[in-house]
């Protein structure tokens, strides 16, 4: 059982790239969460994902895009990196009733020069 | 102001402590809360569910004051594994909102 899969582990873009992060799940959860982690700020929600085909934007959505075409896959796009969105990114899903917690996946470290 | 605020930190105690972080949160309509432990460099892990009636585990305890909006966690008799930053976490419907944290580290 493999929870919560983040790839890639690490990536370092350029000003202006483009790329998608992934993260997938197996365990059957119907809520997902991509988090971005910089020093001093704690974990700032980017967008989230009630269910398959629903997306939601959390704190920070700005320069980011999300979809859940499949149950198990939150996809996180960067269509025009920023050196602002260096940074670590945590993906998280849960059941989604309440006052279940959150498990999070290994995380992705991004560097934008 | 931010929806969740912690202590500011870092706390630096010696083994055998008693250590306790506080977090406050805006949102009175907040319906569960958590605490999460980060080591350096890795993800959050939970730690443990804070319910209305106060919860232990072990060395740790969990508080919350709905009326006053606020959640502790006290660590008893603390361990050198117990350094690491103490993320507070609320959820309020859909979505989950972190405090930015607060670090112990635990010495000898």
């Known amino acids: 059982n493999a929870g919560v899969t983040q790839t890639p582990k690490f990536r370092v873009l350029k000003t202006g790239q483009s790329m998608t992060l992934l993260c997938a799940q197996d365990?059957?959860?119907?809520?997902m969460y991509w988090y971005r982690q910089d020093p001093g700020m704690g974990l700032r929600l980017i967008h989230y994902?009630?269910?398959?085909?629903?997306?939601a934007k959390g704190e920070v959505p700005d320069g980011y895009n999300v979809s859940r075409l499949k149950k198990q896959n939150f996809l996180l796009g960067l269509e025009s990196a920023a050196p602002s969105q260096t940074s670590v990114y945590f993906c998280?899903?849960?059941?989604?009733?309440?006052?279940?917690?959150?498990?999070f996946g290994n995380g992705t470290r991004l560097t934008v020069t | 102001r931010k929806e969740v605020e912690q202590d500011p930190g870092p706390f630096n105690v010696p083994e055998g402590a008693t250590v306790a972080f506080n977090c406050t949160y805006s949102n009175s309509a907040s319906q569960s809360f958590f605490w999460y432990r980060q080591d350096c460099r890795k993800e959050p892990k939970l730690l443990m569910s804070v319910y209305s009636s106060g919860n232990e585990d072990g060395r740790f305890t969990a508080q919350l004051n709905r009326a006053s909006q606020y959640i502790s966690l006290l660590i008893r008799d603390s361990k050198l594994s117990d350094s690491a930053t103490y993320l507070c976490?609320?959820?309020?419907?859909?979505?989950?909102?972190f405090g930015a944290g607060t670090r112990l580290t635990v010495k000898p």
């Open positions: 976490v609320v959820n309020l419907a859909q979505d989950m909102r």
């Open positions: 994902s009630v269910g398959e085909g629903t997306t």
């Open positions: 365990m059957n959860h119907e809520y």
């Open positions: 998280a899903s849960s059941p989604g009733t309440w006052g279940t917690p959150l498990h």
